[in-house]
């Protein structure tokens, strides 16, 4: 007879490191005291002790199971708290749900990475799993916009891509400061430079809606096909066990058949921008 | 430097035109080098030229009465931008400056207005692809102008 | 359909016996109508049979308003629930099909569940707002209940519906196959007859999926319109056999406790960042309707409404949605 899990208990993992990205986002290095995999993608319950819990993607590598990161931007009351953890203590994990990316479906493909604000999270995990099959892929090109240069997260990170074979970093933002050579604008201006087979090429978006909104439009201009375009939707997720019924987007459970959803399964469903 | 059709073949601004459409854009073409801080036109110019940035990166803007430069936005390889030569009264509503050293193709304006005038494929097809900048470029705007408004 | 019978003298003395070994729940007439409450053999005399229906729903004894859902599983008394209309008792299909998913099993429903035997009570008459026939749900159970109980004359009939309903009746020998089958005539008679009860009390009134597709073309005037009088309290979400979204809050030790929850109130969608899509009322009110006709079965095959009507009297405003849905009917044709 096997013996379900509670699903409802979280299992504990050692917050060994925090780094600081951004004054407002910071990355928690998590050491898991279960087992413990995910695809890229999908999300996990993060909770900090009788304190709550809020659903995030790891932006750590799939392929590194010992440890998991989690970048938490401080927008409310329990990242507030989280904001406020120094190593040692303990965090409480339940995951990982919902569906990720397919990186199977990406093989023999260009993959074009729209990415905007904390979106880069759940997108340095992408880069991470592609990085681990580049091998299988033609391409992988990353456009990235920040509101300011102090907003852009993971700073060696764009170096590091344009050095890896087959990998193209670009990236903007919205208002420039001092020092700021690159470029100006919103993320959609980068899409004007980028060489890619339109015939054979997959599209990520990833970011706050608006961006995702603005974003998924241009790649329907360009050419993309609806089941081209895949969507992580962030949308209040709570149980993630597709009970609970906050992330209710029309007919979709976010946390049970997303967060990572074709534009073609959406494209119906109203208010997906909300 | 001048340019023939094929060198326009490799740009995806010059896509769906003819080899003879190609080879009239050619004619009226040439390529130029810009250094870094080198103003290409400033806002009120009057315009004689459309451009397609090559290679590097610009910088779109306008400035205020007490004549500080505000930066807007970033023009990429690829786009087009001074696309006010083709319309009366020709006048520049931005300035542009290169902000990395840049080549860019210049495009007889006067002479591609008559050209349009004279053929109604060409012209169809060149004043779509104008019309489009200009959406993306207010679309791009708007998603600006938005990321501001929501804090 | 098997029935065994017993005297009623005789029922009421097993029901004292089970007490040693089972909870027992019933329906009881009180001063404000029909309610469940937990028997005693004082009591036993004057539970309530096929008299439509309790105040509170079924979900109450499977999905406690707050409950500790971490703890250890402790095996309490099995118990009986008797009483139940078929209307609960189809909402508890939805109920099993969303916590006993085959891949997240709610391990404290799932207890619950196996730990209580379920006995309906066939509906012999109907209430004001009772329109469980339009959504294709008979007032009497035939399946997911264990047995269903008829008191007709001086005899107490059980209808056997489930295996563990005959398992559990083998058990007394006085329960026997019922002699005189002209009963179960009548009791098609008293299902007959509170059926056109039903169709004569809701003429009109669209059908489940056709709701659906009326709510899915229906304009926002509609939404405020019916929406005006509604104060967010939560009633409607809190007395339905359907409704189970809930809240997890985090107590010290990593512990959780489950708390039902509701879309009408504010701030159900509400993120970190504060944007909040359900802020309107109307908003909030569609959302209701647009999830148990729309969304629901897309997602689940049993139905996410039930008609039993208790959202109509538990509404402090008196909204009553199938006036909603009579008026989208009528505007149709």
Partial sequence: MTIDRNIYKPFRAKLTDVIEESPLIKTFVLVPEEEFSFNTGQFIELSVDGIGEAPFTPSSSPVVTEKLEVTVMKTGYVTEFMHNLKPGVFMGIRGPYGRGYPVEKFFGKEVLILGGGCGLAPIRSLLYALENVKDKLEKVILCYGSKTPSDCIYKPLFTRLNKIEKFEAYRTVDKAEEGWNESVGVVTTLLNKVKINLKNSVAVVCGPPIMMKFGTIRLLEMGYKDDEIYLSMEKNMSCGLGKCGHCMMGEFFVCKHGPVFTYKELKETPDIWK | ?151 | ?333
């Avoid at chain 2, 205020?64 to 087009?80: D, N, S």
């Avoid at chain 3, 004057?46 to 599983?73: G, H, M």
């Avoid at chain 3, 009939?157 to 329960?175: A, D, N, W």
Wanted: charged share 25%.
């Fill in chain 2, 1 to 151: 430097m001048s340019l023939n059709k094929d060198d326009l073949k490799k740009i995806r601004f010059f896509d769906n035109y003819t080899e003879e459409q190609l080879s009239v854009i050619a004619g009226l073409s040439s390529i130029r080098d810009f250094q870094v801080k080198e103003i290409l036109f400033e806002q009120y110019d009057e315009l004689s030229e459309l451009f397609v940035l090559l290679e590097g990166t610009l910088s779109l803007g306008i400035s205020l009465a007490t004549e500080k430069r505000i930066h807007l936005g970033t023009i990429e390889e690829g786009q087009l931008f001074s696309w006010s030569a083709v319309f009366a009264p020709y006048i520049s509503t931005a300035w542009v400056m290169a902000i990395t050293p840049a080549k860019v193709i210049a495009i007889d304006s006067k002479k591609l207005n008559l050209k349009i005038e004279a053929d109604c494929d060409f012209g169809f097809k060149t004043m779509s692809k104008i019309a489009q900048t200009i959406s993306h470029r207010l679309s791009d705007t708007r998603f600006q102008l938005m990321n501001q408004m929501i804090i």
């Fill in chain 3, 1 to 333: 359909m098997q029935y065994l019978s017993i005297t009623k003298d005789e029922w009421d003395k097993t029901l004292e016996r089970l007490l040693l070994s089972y909870t027992i729940f019933a329906t009881l007439r009180n001063e404000s109508g029909i309610e469940y409450e937990l028997v005693n053999p004082s009591n036993i005399t004057r539970i309530s049979y096929n008299k439509p229906k309790p105040v509170t729903s079924l979900k109450t004894f499977f999905l406690p308003v707050r409950e500790n859902v971490t703890s250890a599983i402790s095996p309490g008394k099995r118990r009986i629930i008797m009483g139940i209309p078929n209307c609960d008792i189809a909402g508890l299909k939805l109920l099993d099909e969303i916590y006993l998913d085959k891949d997240f099993k709610d391990i404290y429903y799932r207890e619950r569940r196996e730990n209580s035997v379920l006995i309906s009570s066939d509906c012999f008459g109907v209430q004001e707002h009772c329109h469980c026939l339009t959504y294709d749900i008979k007032p009497y159970s035939t399946s997911n209940s264990d047995l269903a109980v008829i008191h007709l004359g001086d005899l107490i009939i059980l209808r056997i519906i489930t295996s563990r309903g005959k398992e559990f009746l083998s058990q007394f020998s006085l329960v026997k196959p019922m002699k005189d089958q002209s009963l179960v005539s009548e009791i098609e008679k008293e299902h007959k007859a509170t059926e056109a009860l039903l169709l004569s009390s809701n003429k009109g009134l669209p059908g489940y999926s056709e709701t659906g597709k009326l709510l899915r073309n229906a304009g926002d005037e509609i939404w405020r319109k019916y929406s005006a009088k509604c104060v967010s309290c939560g009633a409607c979400a809190t007395i339905c056999p359907t409704c189970s979204c809930f809240l997890l809050i985090d107590k010290p030790g990593f512990e959780k406790v489950k708390q039902l929850d509701a879309c009408q109130y504010p701030g159900f969608e509400r993120v970190a960042g504060g944007e909040d899509a359900l802020f309107e009322i109307h908003r909030r009110f569609r959302n209701r309707y647009m999830c148990k006709y729309v969304w629901k079965p897309e997602k689940f095959k049993p139905v996410a409404c039930t008609g039993c009507g208790r959202c109509i009297e538990a509404c402090l405003g008196r909204i009553n949605k199938n006036e909603l849905f009579l008026e989208l009917a009528l505007d149709r044709s």
